[in-house]
């Protein structure tokens, strides 16, 4: 079993703190949502964890296994088995999605992985994803719609099989089909070998992805945790009763734009080991 601890987490942009002392607690074989209104950091927490250079950490620690990680470049971070899906994937034009994967993961585990169980692997996750018999020479992301996209991001998960996913709104953009094939696939892999933090505001993605937690996020917190139970009481009165049941005023914040490129997750040439 492995363990992911955010403790007492501050992180600002600029002169706005938005991350305002988060605790939190990952293991593998387990499944947590993060739910919220706009703006209460919730995007800002999964880019954090991985090591965007955006935000500047000015209070708290990241616990990998009880090591602080937060002097880990992203490289870095992916290799002890970090994985962020984007909430709006970037094209790369002039890379195929197989050569992506495959420097990836020979990026992250340090291994060379044979063509042979590369495209068997491969062609069995785009199977389970039903996605297209040609994407894998097709650039990455390039001309995709909204949803193929979100399904990339999940097949890239299946290859490089982390340890902790954070999957950052992966259902914006999935019709009724798509979301249960990507709930699916992300559920499938659920073990003691894969945890996931999952970022979204719609019940429907629950349904597929059955968290054993659920968090409720409001001004760069985690005011409330609970069950199932908290996602129909999201679902059907919103966060008004937070206000009424924990005393807490709701910010209103300016929505939190997507989050930066996090830099080259392949070689990071400042890191700090080098």
């Not at 935000?55 to 994985?83: P, S």
């Not at 340090?110 to 063509?115: A, I, Q």
């Not at 892999?189 to 019940?203: A, D, Q, R, S, V």
């Amino acid at each position: 079993m492995d363990i992911l601890e955010i403790k007492n987490l501050h992180a600002r942009v600029e002169e706005k703190e938005i991350l305002k002392g988060v605790n939190l607690t990952l293991k593998t074989n387990e499944i947590h949502a993060i739910m919220g209104p706009n703006g209460t950091g919730k995007s800002t927490l999964s880019s954090v964890i991985m090591g965007s250079p955006r935000y500047q950490v000015t209070e708290g620690e990241i616990l990998f296994n009880g090591k602080n990680i937060m002097d880990l470049a992203v490289d870095e971070r992916a290799r002890l088995g970090l994985f962020l899906a984007y909430q709006n994937p970037i094209e790369v034009p002039g890379v195929t999605n197989s050569d992506f994967i495959r420097t990836a993961l020979k990026s992250t585990t340090g291994e060379n992985v044979s063509l042979f169980k590369f495209i068997k692997e491969f062609d069995k996750a785009t199977t389970e994803l039903k996605m297209p018999d040609d994407l894998a020479h097709r650039y990455l992301n390039e001309g995709f719609s909204g949803g193929e996209k979100k399904r990339n991001e999940i097949l890239q998960m299946k290859m490089l099989k982390p340890k902790f996913a954070i999957l950052d709104e992966i259902d914006s953009g999935l019709d009724v089909d798509a979301l249960r094939i990507v709930g699916e696939n992300v559920y499938n892999m659920k073990g003691e070998n894969f945890g996931c933090l999952l970022i979204t505001h719609y019940e429907r993605l629950l349904d597929y992805i059955i968290p054993d937690y659920v968090h409720v996020m409001i001004n760069g917190k985690i005011v409330k945790t609970g069950g199932r139970e908290l996602i129909q009481k999201i679902d059907q009165n919103g966060y008004d009763w937070v206000k009424e049941e924990l005393g807490i005023e709701i910010e209103k914040e300016e929505a939190e734009k997507t989050h930066a490129i996090l830099g080259s997750c392949a070689h990071n040439p400042k890191s700090k080991n080098e």
